[in-house]
């Protein structure tokens, strides 16, 4: 019988926690790809999702190499701690590019995801458009396994929560 890997399982619970929160209308899902590179025997799947009605997007993102592969399927030849996922997580929006609201926003995030987590901002500027596009990162710097497994709906909750607090300081930026 067939044994899911990690990244079968950790992708299993991310989608359904994810388009549940859709189907009850309190997020939408806006993109979504699964990708398995046959040259490097990686995986990659992400899930790109916004409050209804927002501009602000987030993705959630987990990655798994020819390594995290082969520690699950030969055990007993390479070290157990490479089995598992790599997770990037992001949030984007428009239009900040002044030192004040930046660093309100990190705080925001700090508040959320507590020191432990490094949080960067970047933001790209595109003349042809007259665009300004930001982008958050939370790096969680660790291979994460089925043993979080619970941990994804909190993660992801804390995301939605995330999203809800930056929107909210984005309105209120915009109306000031």
Known sequence: MFDPTAFDNMKVVIEGALYDLDLAGKIEIIDRNDIVNMAKMSRSFDLYFRLPEALESAKIEINSDFINLATELL????SEKQSGCYMNLQFFHEGITEAKPLKKIQRILFDIWGGTRKIGQSFTINPSESMIYNVISIELD???GE?????????????????????????EIQTT
């Open 142 to 144: 660790r291979l994460v």
């Open 147 to 171: 043993d979080q497994m619970e941990d994804m709906v909190e993660l992801i909750d804390t995301m939605v929560t995330t999203l809800e607090h930056l929107q909210s300081y984005l309105i």
């Open 75 to 78: 055990p007993n030849s390479l």
